[in-house]
Nanobody, 124 residues
Framework: QVQLVESGGGLVQAGGSLRLSCAAS????????MAWYRQAPGKQRELVAT???????NYTESVKGRFTISRDYAKNTVHLQMSSLKPEDTAVYYC??????????????????WGQGTQVTVSS
């Protein structure tokens, strides 16, 4: 089993910064790509940023230049540094990871999982 645990959300004023972290734990797993999604009230969950196993990153247009995704491969952790925050960034932020896990018979199975979510609220 793989667990994804997020931390770092909170309340911040517009223009401020927050850093989210997500740690993957368990045994017998290998993470490929990690990502951050967010879901605002009444809206669909949207992809915010991704980072692959080779460090390639991608961002949704609305956060480019303000958010930075990074990864600590040794600790299976992904971070999202958010700066110049706007009220429209208010949402529950979810960590996502995909890769493979070692299952019965020592066979690798595809894995995709989500963290529990962390609330980010930006006041105007």
């Amino acid at each position: 089993q793989v667990q994804l645990v997020e931390s770092g959300g909170g309340l911040v004023q517009a223009g401020g910064s927050l850093r989210l972290s997500c740690a993957a734990s368990g045994s017998g797993f290998s993470i490929n790509a990690m990502a951050w999604y967010r879901q605002a009230p009444g809206k669909q969950r949207e992809l915010v940023a991704t980072i692959t196993s080779d460090g390639s990153t991608n961002y949704t247009e609305s956060v480019k230049g303000r958010f930075t995704i990074s990864r600590d491969y040794a600790k299976n952790t992904v971070h999202l540094q958010m700066s110049s925050l706007k009220p429209e960034d208010t949402a529950v932020y979810y960590c996502n990871a995909n890769g493979k896990v070692l299952g019965v018979g020592r066979i690798w199975y595809a894995y995709a999982g989500w963290g529990q979510g962390t609330q980010v609220t930006v006041s105007s």
